[in-house]
């Protein structure tokens, strides 16, 4: 209003001046066509703050009218340390400042930009609009995305009452940021934790970041391939490239990227069909494909700690203990029965096509697409490609799927689980690891593994299907399992 006003109404400049007088920060104008910088303040710069980020370790509830209210797993700015509490800033959750105890408190990291619920990678100013305006969203939303005038800095878009509001969020020659020159930050987070404590200074609470909008469950899951966009390369593997990618600028997944040599395109159609009908909280969620053209995109949700196996090999991963190891055995064998129940064959069950979550919730990854594969990629003439040592002897051998086979590959994982990711059959050859199974030979029980569990694991390694337990059989007697180690 105040720019509208001056140019338009230049006589009344001294009267003008006595409202705004000069110096004040003032309110962005919503139809400037680029983002406009709150004048600076005349209050004394300090310098960049160093970074001062905690996460709370225990939850505290305020004794006093100046302590702060915090649960565990909050991410907090702290100001100041006081005696033995850290007058601190809350990052999640409704804005607010007091004193926690330095001991319900540790010093925490950055989180990636990606990974903040405030900042979207890849939007327009107007998709920025439209997202702040959209029913999920009330005045106080806000959201921080790249600058499209000026490559390197940000721009951070508030809705108000009366429609958007857009800062520019510069970078300073020390790389420190700033709305206000004067006022530096180390980080994005840090100048959020002050405007949200501060917010008069430009005008617009910043009361939650922007909720965005769902992508809606299509009729046709077919989606244009401009829609994602490809960012970092996670692996590759027998069902082609996995890529971490965006859709539609701001919604993280997982994008398979197979070529179209390696693929039944014409089965393609008539597998989604049955993939996007399978719906459970332990299998990997489809959420498009792009089969127009090549290559063919298969987009699922994406699990940011990666595949079983590679997790069970990390520094995280070897720490787990037996009880822990058991948990992600039923979770598995509890999607795997879901398929058996809906009579869907995986074909390539195994630690690397189980994808884990940051909460550690394991699921089912790849089930069906073996189906895909062009016959000389994937069968036992081509012993180079064909998961021998994860394939029950009638698949390997005559090429006979069924939820038996499955299970016979279950109990492979098993041992990858009780090993931490230890290849099954170390040092045989696919041809000599038929033979020997072929004359009885069962991988050895892993030092980890409990003897119930690999009484388990030989049931399913029953060189006779029909003697295999089903999967549900599995995750009951898994599940009884881990109640009794339970500590």
Same mark, same amino acid.
């Given at each position: 209003m105040e720019p509208f006003l001056r140019k338009r109404l230049? +006589? #009344?400049s001294f009267f003008w001046d006595k409202i705004w007088p000069a110096g004040a920060a003032p309110s962005p104008d919503p139809d400037a066509e680029v983002e406009r910088e709150p004048a600076p303040r005349v209050e004394p710069c300090s310098g960049p703050a160093p970074a001062r980020l905690f996460r709370v370790l225990h939850d505290f509830r305020a004794q006093s009218a100046g302590q702060l209210s915090v649960s565990r797993g909050d991410r907090l700015y702290g100001l100041r340390e006081e005696g033995g509490c850290v007058l601190a800033c809350r990052l999640t959750g409704w804005p607010s400042t007091g004193l926690v105890p330095l001991t319900h408190v540790a010093k %925490?990291? $950055?989180? $990636?930009? /990606?990974d903040q619920p405030w900042y979207f990678s890849g939007i327009s100013r107007t998709q920025a609009q439209q997202l702040l305006l959209s029913p999920a969203n009330a005045p106080g939303a806000f959201l921080i995305r790249p600058s499209e005038s000026c490559h390197g800095d940000f721009s951070l878009s508030v809705r108000a009452q009366t429609g958007v509001l857009h800062y520019r969020v510069s970078t300073a020659a020390d790389g420190g940021l700033y709305l206000q020159k004067d006022r530096l930050f180390p980080s994005l987070e840090e100048l959020l934790a002050y405007y949200k404590a501060n917010w008069k200074l430009i005008q617009n609470p910043l009361l939650q970041p922007c909720v965005p909008q769902k992508p809606p469950e299509w009729d046709e899951w077919e989606r244009p391939r401009s829609e994602f966009t490809l960012r970092r390369k996670l692996g590759r593997g027998y069902f082609g490239e996995v890529w971490e990618g965006l859709w539609l600028g701001f919604m993280p997944v997982a994008v398979k990227v197979i070529r179209a040599a390696d693929m039944k395109l014409t089965d393609l159609a008539q597998e989604i069909r049955t993939l996007k009908s399978l719906r459970h909280e332990r #299998?990997? *969620? #489809?959420? %498009?494909?792009? /089969? %127009?053209?090549? $290559?063919v995109y298969i987009v699922t949700e994406l699990m940011r700690k990666g595949s079983l196996r590679a997790f069970l090999g990390s520094p995280e991963g070897q720490v787990l203990s037996p009880p822990v190891l058991l948990t992600f055995a039923c979770q598995v064998a509890e999607g795997m029965s879901y398929l058996e129940e809906r009579r869907v064959v995986h074909r390539d069950l195994a630690a690397r096509n189980v994808l884990v979550g940051d909460d550690l919730a394991c699921k089912v990854a790849d089930f069906g697409l073996a189906r895909l594969l062009k016959d000389d990629f994937y069968s036992p003439s081509s012993s180079s490609q064909i998961p021998v040592k994860w394939t029950a002897p009638e698949a390997a051998s005559y090429r006979v799927y069924s939820p038996k086979s499955d299970v016979w590959s279950f109990g492979v994982l098993l041992y990858? #689980? +009780?090993t931490y990711g230890q290849c099954p059959y170390e040092g045989m050859s696919n041809h000599e690891t038929l033979q020997r199974i072929s004359r009885g030979y069962r991988l050895p029980r892993p030092a980890a593994c409990p003897a119930e569990v690999y009484a388990l694991m030989l049931e399913c390694w029953s060189y006779n299907p029909d003697l295999r337990p089903d999967f549900s059989a599995l995750?009951? *007697?898994l599940g009884a399992v881990g109640r009794r180690r339970r500590p």
């Open positions: 230049t +006589f #009344l %925490a990291t $950055p989180e $990636p930009l /990606s #299998l990997i *969620r #489809l959420h %498009a494909v792009c /089969s %127009a053209g090549e $290559p990858e #689980l +009780f995750q009951e *007697r």
